[in-house]
């Protein structure tokens, strides 16, 4: 009886130090997926920035700005 409890304490801890050591994994590629879409948005948003700053300048050099 008590090999038996043994036993059964053993393969639960095994399984919960598997599930442990898959959680670490998934963390760890979540957060280089999550830092990669970070840089992305991170040039996303200076490419829409650099468009509207040369759309000003273009609209000024083509006269806009005159009275």
């Known amino acids: 009886m008590q090999t038996e409890g043994a036993g059964q304490l053993e393969r639960r801890i095994i399984a919960l130090e598997?599930?442990?050591?898959?959680?670490?994994?998934?963390?760890?590629?979540?957060?280089?997926?999550?830092?990669?879409?970070?840089?992305?948005l991170k040039w996303l948003v200076r490419l829409v920035i650099g468009g509207i700053l040369?759309?000003?300048?273009?609209?000024?050099?083509?006269?806009?700005?005159?009275?």
């Open 18 to 40: 598997m599930r442990n050591a898959v959680d670490d994994v998934h963390r760890a590629n979540v957060a280089t997926r999550l830092s990669a879409i970070e840089d992305t």
């Open 54 to 67: 040369m759309a000003g300048v273009t609209y000024a050099m083509q006269g806009g700005l005159a009275i």
